[in-house]
Structure formats: C-alpha cells, structure tokens
C-alpha cells in the first residue's frame, strides 16, 4: 500500500463512481446544468452520452442528488442486461415499494403505475435515471418507452438515460431524447485539476505530479478518467516502491511502455534505472 509513503489518508485514484471523487469539469458541469433544465422544466427524456471512463455513472449521481433538492422523487436504474421483469423489479425497489417475492410482471406493473400515478396527483415529480443504457435489451428499451407512457406527456416523469457514444441501443433512445448531452474527454488543464483534486481529497500536502507527468498522463489516457486513474495509481506505487520524492513525465512514460508491453499482467516498471 502506497498511501503511508505519500502521507495519504487513502488511494485516491479508486475508479469507484462516489459522489466525494466528483470533479467537475466544463464539460461535466454543462452536462449536469442541460440535464438539471430537462428535469426543471419537466421534460420526458433526457440522454447522457461519452465514450467509457469519462464519468457518466458518477454524473448521474450527482444529478439524483439536485434533483431530490428540487423535490423529486428519484429511481435509479441498471440497464445491463436486464430483461423487463429484472428492471420492473429493481425500479419497484428503488420507489421503495418492497415487491412481494415471486410477485408477477403483471402485478409489478400495476404497483409502479398505481406509485407514479399517486406521485402524480401529489404533484411529486418522478425521475427514473438508467445507467449502461447501452445495454439495454430491446424489453429494457420496451420497458422505458411504457414508463414514460404513463405520465401520458404531462411531464409527471422524466427519463434520464447514460449510454456510451455510438452504442447499439443509442438510434433507439436518440427518439426518446428532448435533449442529449455528450460528455466530452478532459482537456490537459482539467486533468492537472483533477488529479490535484484526488490527492488533496486524499489527504495530499503537497504537490506529487509535476506538470510534465501531467502532460504525458494527457496524452496517454486521451483525457479519460477511467484510464487517467489507472494510470495514477500505478505511478505512485513505481515512484514509492523507488522511494522517488515526486512523480515525472519519465515515470509516466516508464508505466505506459511496460503497459504496452505487458497489458494483460501486472506492471512492474523499472523507474529507477
């Protein structure tokens, strides 16, 4: 564990989607302001888009969090290979309607329909948020088009779905769309400013990547999070294994050759010769 070497209170290239890890770049923040307007304005569908890694998962968090503060009741949803019993059960879950075990498709439906149409006439709002739209069976696809159906275009729920850019599913949830928001790569300042955010959230006192590491980590991860946080984490276990006081754009090219080599076994990068 590296953390002690850095004076770290914990790693802080984990590429777990937690709202504490979110880092709002230009491009982050335009995409949560267009979606928070779909759900202001009460918008039947709104889809998220980005090539893998770039934090469509971790911006959907943070998107159910606004719209709870605007008062909206909020379902999150994983499309990954879910057939419509699978999604009807984890959204009835998520609304907190506790389905009965073994409860039919039928009778799922029936439960989530009677919740929204209530939420409706209480004038709550409902936001259904479907994380790896990309997916999506054509039932999952299905089951979406039914969920919006059932406002009847009143604007009582509002869609939001994340699919990665040019997937299978995407032509399908283009004609749901109102709007759609792609999230672009970061640009070399977001990246120094990201990574400076991760360390200090870690518990860094100073600085660790100097801004030549910066720009090689830029041009090897092509501005994804995902990679950049790979990436990272591996240059500061090699710096710390060499006792290294600080992290350069020598390190980093170090541990993107030995990833080309070898990336399908663990790096072990000589740095220090």
């Known amino acids: 564990m590296y953390a002690p070497y850095w004076n770290l209170a914990e790693s802080p290239f984990q590429n777990v989607p937690a709202p504490r890890w979110y880092h709002e770049s230009r491009s982050h923040e335009e995409a949560l302001a267009r979606l928070l307007f779909v759900i202001e304005q009460r918008r039947a569908c709104g889809l998220l888009t980005g090539v893998s890694g770039t934090g469509k998962s971790l911006l959907l968090q943070m998107l159910a969090?606004?719209?709870?503060?605007?008062?909206?009741?909020?379902?999150?949803?994983?499309?990954?290979?879910?057939?419509?019993?699978?999604?009807?059960?984890?959204?009835?879950?998520?609304?907190?309607?506790?389905?009965?075990?073994?409860?039919?498709?039928?009778?799922?439906?029936?439960?989530?329909?009677?919740?929204?149409?209530?939420?409706?006439?209480?004038?709550?709002?409902?936001?259904?948020?479907?994380?790896?739209?990309?997916?999506?069976?054509?039932?999952?696809?299905?089951?979406?088009?039914?969920?919006?159906?059932?406002?009847?275009?009143?604007?009582?729920?509002?869609?939001?779905?994340?699919?990665?850019?040019?997937?299978?599913?995407?032509?399908?949830?283009?004609?749901?769309?109102?709007?759609?928001?792609?999230?672009?790569?970061?640009?070399?300042?977001?990246?120094?400013?990201?990574?400076?955010?991760?360390?200090?959230?870690?518990?860094?006192?100073?600085?660790?990547?100097?801004?030549?590491a910066v720009d090689v980590l830029y041009e090897s991860s092509h501005g994804v999070p995902r990679e950049i946080n790979r990436l990272c984490d591996l240059c500061l276990v090699a710096a710390a294994a060499h006792e290294l006081p600080m992290i350069d754009g020598r390190i980093v090219t170090a541990i993107v050759h030995e990833l080309e080599l070898a990336p399908t076994r663990e790096s072990r990068v000589r740095v220090g010769a």
């Open 65 to 212: 969090r606004q719209a709870r503060r605007m008062q909206r009741e909020v379902a999150t949803l994983d499309m990954s290979e879910s057939d419509s019993a699978d999604l009807l059960w984890d959204l009835a879950g998520s609304l907190r309607l506790a389905p009965a075990p073994r409860q039919s498709e039928r009778d799922l439906w029936r439960q989530i329909q009677d919740h929204l149409r209530a939420s409706q006439f209480a004038h709550i709002p409902t936001v259904i948020l479907a994380d790896q739209a990309e997916h999506a069976t054509p039932a999952g696809l299905a089951t979406l088009r039914r969920l919006l159906q059932v406002s009847g275009g009143n604007g009582s729920v509002t869609l939001i779905a994340a699919s990665r850019t040019n997937s299978g599913g995407l032509s399908s949830l283009t004609e749901l769309a109102d709007l759609q928001v792609e999230i672009e790569p970061l640009t070399v300042e977001d990246v120094a400013d990201y990574i400076g955010h991760r360390m200090l959230e870690a518990g860094a006192a100073r600085t660790v990547f100097q801004s030549c």
